[in-house]
């Protein structure tokens, strides 16, 4: 009966204050917390997607699963980084993941206004980095995974990684609200650091996906017990979260997906029987004059290993134990052209694209390899090739799933057609030859390299 009687008390004393008139109402959400508090259980219950903690895990959920998932394949994606770029040293990754740490310090210097007061930023800051060392140190040497490059036993996580995400997450906190601009720039800087820690031959693949998502979980777990200590979220919030975007599609993202070959891409070549299957990597962005339509472009680098053949006589003799293994074929490829997108609900958009552009393809060798070749590998270098760079088109689909209005994973579908010339040079041996050099140098091979990528982007919208 006393919790009747304090509903209803409740209840009439909210008509009393609107049958008043009063300038000050209250938040009808405040007056539920008021009633659930005195021990009547009237409350919402809020989905579990929709819940804070899950919503601030799925980034670095996705992060340490991909490490997990890379991990069996860090060998062969390092073999593809020493292939195509064997001499890559550029520091800039040392200094560059401080980058958005300064941008932060750099704004409120400026006056330009964020979600904390630079004192309080500073100690969520500093609380952020304090869990990020503990976390990476503690698994560094624990672990003890050799670098690539062999130098030392300290390779996961990456400490770098870890910085730069740590840093890029503190200018989001602090700045996402003001302009998306920020969160991406952040995130930009601190993919580009992994990115040269993986070139520079420092960290294995999965190193660098789980430091950044340890630098995302160490700056939200920084950022909420300070929040805690102050009992808010923040001392500008209130006035930052006022602040609305144009509602235009415009995004830009990070993807990643498996490529799998509708021809095989050597056919005429007659250097492989079957279709093949790679990965694609890269950026795409689209900016918007409306809410259906923009203009969009995409960079992507696909890699496409090729099974090794037993080699055989024309009457079907085998050739002992050897066999042609063919280096993968990859390709660096760009686009631009129009998009479309739909928005079926606040939580789920429908973008179509169809873009055309170039691919240029990288070199590669062809060896034939048997127990009784006296060479590193017991393997011959008999030929080089090299596809001429060639037009891309490509279309597709993609689905993307909203956390918030900034930010979004999409699955999504791509086809892609590239018609290429393959001109093939073999070794001196056969040079040495005027009849098979006059038959074989220079060959030319036309090939049509027809693919479908399925993958995730995780996409950020601005």
Known sequence: ????????????????????DTIQSRNLSEDLALINSSGYMFQEKTPFFQ???????VAPALLFTAAAA????????????????????????????????????????????????I????????????????????????????????SKN????????????????????????????????????????????????????????????????????????????????GDNLSLLSRIQGNDYPSFLSLKMGTAFGTTNF?????????????????????????????????????????????????????????????????FLAAGIGPYFSHELSDKWQLTLKLTGGYAATASGKVFVKGNDINAPDNELQIATYKPKPAFRWNTGASMTYKFNPGLGLTFYADYNKINSTIRYHFSNEIKESAELDQELNNLTAKEKINYITLGLRLTAYF
């Open 1 to 20: 009966m006393k919790k009747i009687a304090l509903a209803s008390g409740i209840l009439l004393h909210l008509y009393c204050i609107k049958a008043q």
């Open 119 to 150: 004192g309080r930023a500073t100690l969520s800051y500093g609380t952020s980095l304090a869990i990020m060392a503990i976390l990476v140190n503690s698994i560094k040497y624990t672990a003890k995974v050799e670098r690539p490059d062999g």
């Open 154 to 233: 300290n390779s996961f996580p990456s400490g770098h990684a870890a910085m730069a995400f740590t840093n890029a997450t503190f200018l989001h906190k602090e700045y996402g609200l003001v302009n998306p601009a920020y969160s991406i720039a952040g995130y930009g800087a601190a993919t580009l650091t992994g990115l040269g820690r993986n070139l520079n031959n420092r960290h294995w693949v999965p190193d660098i996906l789980a430091g950044a998502g340890i630098g995302i979980i160490s700056t939200e777990l920084g950022y909420f017990f300070i929040d805690k200590i102050y009992k808010n979220k």
């Open 51 to 57: 819940k804070e903690w899950v919503k601030k895990s």
């Open 70 to 117: 890379t991990w069996g394949e860090k060998e062969n994606i390092r073999e593809v980084r020493n292939r195509y770029l064997p001499n890559f040293k550029v520091k800039y990754d040392d200094y560059l993941q401080y980058a958005p740490a300064a941008a932060v310090y750099g704004l409120k210097l400026a006056g330009v206004k964020g979600r904390n007061n």
């Open 266 to 330: 050597l056919k005429e070549s007659e250097l492989d029987e079957k279709k093949q299957t790679g990965f694609e990597g890269g950026l795409e962005g689209a900016y918007f004059f409306s809410k259906k339509w923009g203009v969009g472009a995409d960079i992507a680098f696909s890699s496409f290993p090729i099974k090794s053949q037993r080699i055989t006589f024309d009457d079907g003799q085998d050739f002992g134990d050897h066999e042609i293994k063919t280096q993968s074929m990859g």
